[in-house]
């Protein structure tokens, strides 16, 4: 993902949630995140349940499943990740 977050997909995330995450939460967060956090099973959920709790939203076992299993299959690489976001923004 590009250093800088496209204010259109922040904008969706925001509207979406109905939570107001800024800019510098999502790329502390990120900085975190490598190619090996995508490639480990268990960083992978403790990610998804770190912007779980970023924007204040359970999200089910299942959902997290799928989420793995779809990063998992698709080889994903982190500059990848811009798309996977945006294809979660259509859900």
Do not use: F, H
């Amino acid at each position: 993902m590009s250093k800088d977050i496209p204010k259109d997909v922040l904008g969706a995330i925001n509207k979406k949630t109905g939570k107001n995450i800024s800019e510098n939460t999502v790329k502390k967060l990120a900085s975190g995140v490598d190619a090996k956090t995508l490639q480990n099973e268990a960083e992978l959920r403790k990610l998804i349940k770190q912007v779980s709790d970023m924007a204040k939203i359970k999200v089910p076992e299942s959902t997290v499943n799928d989420i793995v299993k779809a990063v998992k299959s698709s080889g994903m690489s982190p500059s990848s990740m811009e798309t996977l976001v945006k294809m979660m923004m259509k859900k």
